[in-house]
């Protein structure tokens, strides 16, 4: 199971963390990534997370966000600065069960996902 939290809304220019913290199963087995969709568009990469903690980050986020987990917590966080009107959308954590240490940037290479949480950056 998947909960995500750390959602709301923000002036463009503000930051949000947003956590998943992850029940079932082993933790440090699990490769992660955030996702994201707005109105009438695709779900959209956002930042993967390897088991050893090695990140990738779609190019409208790099520099912005930052992708961390934390083993001990079995959470995950993902740091947003600088938001920007075009960040707003629900944002998906999900789980990629994996005994290698590669991580995963489409949405179909993922098991579980969980429920969302809206994002909204006002200008």
């Known amino acids: 199971q998947l909960v995500e939290s750390g959602g709301g809304l923000v002036q463009a220019g503000g930051s949000l963390r947003l956590s998943c913290a992850a029940s079932?199963?082993?933790?440090?087995?699990?490769?992660m990534g955030w996702f994201r969709q707005a109105p009438l568009k695709e779900r959209e990469f956002v930042a993967a997370?390897?088991?050893?903690?090695?990140?990738s980050y779609t190019d409208s986020v790099k520099g912005r966000f930052t992708f961390s987990r934390d083993n001990a917590k079995n959470t995950v966080y993902l740091q947003m600065n600088d938001l920007k009107p075009d960040d707003t959308a629900v944002y998906y954590c999900?789980?990629?069960?994996?005994?290698?240490?590669?991580?995963?940037?489409?949405?179909?290479?993922?098991?579980?996902w969980g429920q969302g949480t809206q994002v909204t950056v006002s200008a």
């Open positions: 079932g199963g082993t933790f440090t087995n699990f490769a």
């Open positions: 997370i390897s088991r050893p903690g090695a990140t």
């Open positions: 999900a789980v990629r069960l994996t005994h290698n240490y590669e991580y995963y940037v489409r949405a179909s290479e993922y098991n579980y």
